[in-house]
């Protein structure tokens, strides 16, 4: 089917995961990443209309977008209108790009999978694509046209794409949204993701859901969930890396006004070390 006034083909629904088999290693989540900020994101995020934007509850135009995020406090939106108080579009074809996930360290099969929203009439193209290379070239893997969503309080949904062609590699993955051109009013477009998730075979998958808390002018508490029986990590902030058996780990000596990323690895052996977190 074709959509009524574009050359896009319409999605009878977004494509649901069907899951991994393994023969090697056990199912896990070797990548997540709830967008609660943006961390190691990279591409258009900013503040105003026609670029992606960190929110919580609604978003600020009517007829459009969720009600809240579907996991967590935060969530990851293109912001659709072109006037008001969020000034003139920026970008009328946005992307932002996941930080590195590494699959090389993984068997049999890979299924990336994320959450998404789509609420309003004019609700334009997102394309999702993967590269080894954070600035590309991507190649799409998946795409979703139109509305998907009626109401503000829609349970979101959950997106699955096959990406076991790519383990051994490590991989970026974009999220590019792209308005329709005839769509009028063209604040009701509104397209917001949550919860980006690679799930894998591993025998030492990853941490997950990590979070910093009680951050001070030079410290910071970091907090993760083991995805399996380790005890050790390696934490790793700017180019800094050490070992803990603590969870969570408080880091000092840290500079004011300065931007730190951070990620964290398990230790299941002296010769098994997960991807990052």
């Not at 999605?11 to 709830?34: A, E, H, K, Y």
């Not at 108080?85 to 993984?106: E, H, K, M, R, Y």
């Not at 299924?111 to 609420?119: A, D, K, Y």
Request: with cysteine.
């Amino acid at each position: 089917t074709v959509c009524w006034e574009s050359c896009d083909v319409c999605n009878g629904f977004p494509q649901p995961p069907v899951g991994i088999s393994c023969n090697l290693g056990s199912p896990g989540i070797i990548f997540n990443d709830g967008c609660e900020v943006q961390g190691n994101w990279t591409g258009q995020f900013g503040t105003g209309n026609g670029i992606w934007q960190i929110n919580s509850g609604g978003t600020p135009s009517g007829g459009t977008g969720p009600d809240g995020a579907h996991s967590g406090t935060n969530y990851f939106y293109y912001e659709s209108s072109t006037w008001g108080g969020g000034g003139p579009s920026q970008f009328d074809t946005a992307t932002i790009v996941s930080p590195s996930i590494d699959l090389t360290n993984v068997f049999d099969e890979a299924e990336l999978t994320f959450w998404m929203h789509g609420r309003g009439s004019s609700v334009g193209r997102l394309e999702v694509g993967i590269s080894n290379s954070a600035t590309g070239p991507f190649t799409t893997l998946y795409t979703q046209f139109g509305e998907t969503h009626s109401n503000a309080n829609d349970p979101w949904s959950q997106i699955g794409i096959n990406i076991s062609s790519y383990i051994g590699q490590t991989i970026f993955i974009s999220f590019t949204y792209t308005r329709d051109p005839l769509a009028n009013p063209t604040y009701t477009a509104d397209l917001a993701i949550d919860l980006v998730e690679v799930n894998s075979c591993s025998s030492c998958p990853a941490p997950t859901n990590l979070i910093i808390n009680n951050v001070t002018a030079n410290s910071a508490e970091i907090t993760w969930s083991p995805s399996g029986i380790e005890t050790e990590w390696v934490l790793n902030y700017n180019g800094i890396s050490f070992v803990t058996n603590t969870i969570p780990t408080t880091l000092t000596n840290l500079s004011p006004t300065t931007d730190y990323s951070c990620n964290v690895s398990a230790i299941c052996s002296p010769i098994d070390t997960s991807g990052n977190s």
